[in-house]
């Protein structure tokens, strides 16, 4: 957004508004996931949106990337970490199945966010 300013013999380019494009998160659906908090917030954000019967509630969200097992202890090793400030779900989807497959049903979440912010492990 190149602007005219005083003193000055050259446009200066000054940043306009940042825009985030959601984040589709993945993971597979297990009698453990379907009850866990993070389901229960996902499943209430959608019908507060649905119905406007409540208010949706933002949260700031940390998504870990990380290698398996290679930390020295054995565990998984954090490599890096996003946080996702007024973070919610727009959108929720869950993967096909045939009966002829063996594949897994997986849960698709869009997140819509204000601002993230890369932070040390």
């Given at each position: 957004d190149p602007r005219s300013e005083g003193g000055n013999n050259y446009p200066l380019n000054l940043p306009g508004k940042m825009k985030n494009q959601p984040l589709t998160l993945k993971r597979l659906v297990r009698k453990k996931t379907i009850d866990d908090d993070w389901n229960t917030w996902i499943n209430d954000s959608?019908?507060?949106?649905?119905?406007?019967?409540k208010a949706i509630e933002p949260r700031i969200i940390q998504i870990n990337v990380m290698y398996p097992k290679l930390?020295?202890?054995?565990n998984h090793l954090i490599v890096s970490s996003i946080e996702l400030y007024g973070a919610y779900p727009t959108k929720l989807s869950y993967g096909t199945l045939t009966s002829s497959s063996?594949?897994?049903?997986?849960?698709?979440?869009?997140?819509?966010?204000?601002?993230?912010?890369?932070?040390?492990?």
């Open positions: 959608i019908e507060s949106a649905a119905m406007w019967n930390g020295d202890d054995g063996e594949d897994l049903l997986t849960q698709e979440i869009e997140i819509t966010f204000s601002s993230m912010k890369i932070v040390k492990p």
